[in-house]
Nanobody, 118 residues
Framework: QVQLVESGGGLVQPGGSLRLSCAAS????????MGWFRQAPGKQRELVAT????????YYADSVKGRFTISRDNAKNTMYLQMNSLKPEDTAVYYC???????????WGQGTQVTVSA
């Protein structure tokens, strides 16, 4: 069964916006944080943003600060990434991640392609 379902990727022009979503199955218990990673061709996977599940504390990579906003809806077990002022260097496959502590596990989505090009 698919436990993390991502959506929202696509093609957008530089300066445009896109919203990604990731819905976690209720079969994933005790989530303490979720986050977004991305990987561009020929590059290492990098952490984009994270959000804690209880307090909503956020972290952003320097490259996306001021442009991306991570959020979550605990009732829906869903996380979002609002991406504004997109740049060509944002082009990558974006992956959703959910982390649990008891037991310690990481879950990954299938990835969604974001392409920023004129």
């Amino acid at each position: 069964q698919v436990q993390l379902v991502e959506s929202g990727g696509g093609l957008v022009q530089p300066g445009g916006s896109l919203r990604l979503s990731c819905a976690a199955s209720r079969s994933i218990t005790n989530i303490y944080a979720m986050g977004w990673f991305r990987q561009a061709p020929g590059k290492q996977r990098e952490l984009v943003a994270t959000i804690s599940w209880s307090g909503g504390s956020t972290y952003y990579a320097d490259s996306v600060k001021g442009r991306f906003t991570i959020s979550r809806d605990n009732a829906k077990n869903t996380m979002y990434l609002q991406m504004n002022s997109l740049k060509p260097e944002d082009t990558a496959v974006y992956y959703c991640n959910a982390a649990t502590a008891t037991p310690p596990r990481n879950y990954w989505g299938q990835g969604t392609q974001v392409t920023v090009s004129a």
